[in-house]
Antibody, heavy 120, light 114 residues
Framework: EVQLVESGGGLVQPGGSLRLSCAASGFTFSSYAMSWVRQAPGKGLEWVSAISGSGGSTYYADSVKGRFTISRDNSKNTLYLQMNSLRAEDTAVFYC?????????????WGKGTTVTVSS | DIVMTQSPDSLAVSLGERATINCKSS????????????LAWYQQKPGQPPKLLIY???TRESGVPVRFSGSGSGTDFTLTISSLQAEDVGVYYC??????????FGQGTRLEIK
């Protein structure tokens, strides 16, 4: 069964850091681009970041550029999101999602999400 | 970036009736070289992650009931639920992947039972 399981969320003060992880199973992880998508409380979906299968190409939303870093360890089938200089507006459920192909097209598998709360 | 705008923001439909959700992109998402529209639809039920319903604007994902269909081309798209069931309640999002990244989503349409 194809599965994505996020972890690492929690409560952090403004200006703080967190690292999210997404453990993948049931598919050849290195063959697929991956992404992080977030959803603020009561709001819609916001694409945050994406990474190619090899990890050689990374992309960010303007709202997180320079603060967040996406990476992956294909030997561990794990995707990461390092989040620094966190702000209150980063409070959201963060979903890990798999793209259907090597390209950055549509996302066919989603994790259940991990909650990040930025508050003092 | 391509902006996706959905209408309406919310919709109440009686069980068994047709539900129609619209999505408009700020520029065409039709790629002329392959004649494909780079648009997907997702369903998000309360407390759950999004689920892929439709891709290439009209291709139903495996396991998605046939009452769900997608149509449209260029900048204007529609998701239709032909006969609304109780389990279809949730929020529906369109997403373009023509100019990507970023993959931009519409703001969502909340579907309820009348």
């Amino acid at each position: 069964e194809v599965q994505l399981v996020e972890s690492g969320g929690g409560l952090v003060q403004p200006g703080g850091s967190l690292r999210l992880s997404c453990a993948a199973s049931g598919f050849t992880f290195s063959s697929y681009a991956m992404s992080w998508v977030r959803q603020a409380p009561g709001k819609g979906l916001e694409w945050v970041s994406a990474i190619s299968g090899s990890g050689g190409s990374t992309y960010y939303a303007d709202s997180v550029k320079g603060r967040f870093t996406i990476s992956r360890d294909n030997s561990k089938n794990t995707l990461y999101l390092q989040m620094n200089s966190l702000r209150a507006e980063d409070t959201a459920v963060f979903y890990c999602a798999k793209y259907r192909s090597t390209g950055f097209y549509y996302m066919d598998v989603w994790g259940k999400g991990t909650t990040v709360t930025v508050s003092s | 970036d391509i902006v996706m705008t959905q209408s309406p923001d919310s919709l109440a439909v009686s069980l068994g009736e047709r539900a129609t959700i619209n999505c408009k992109s700020s520029q065409s998402v039709l790629y002329s070289s392959n004649n494909k529209n780079y648009l997907a639809w997702y369903q998000q039920k309360p407390g759950q992650p999004p689920k892929l319903l439709i891709y290439w604007a009209s291709t139903r994902e495996s396991g998605v009931p046939v009452r769900f269909s997608g149509s449209g081309s260029g900048t204007d798209f529609t998701l239709t639920i032909s006969s609304l069931q109780a389990e279809d309640v949730g929020v529906y999002y369109c997403q373009q992947y023509y100019s990507t990244p970023p993959n931009t989503f519409g703001q969502g349409t909340r579907l309820e039972i009348k």
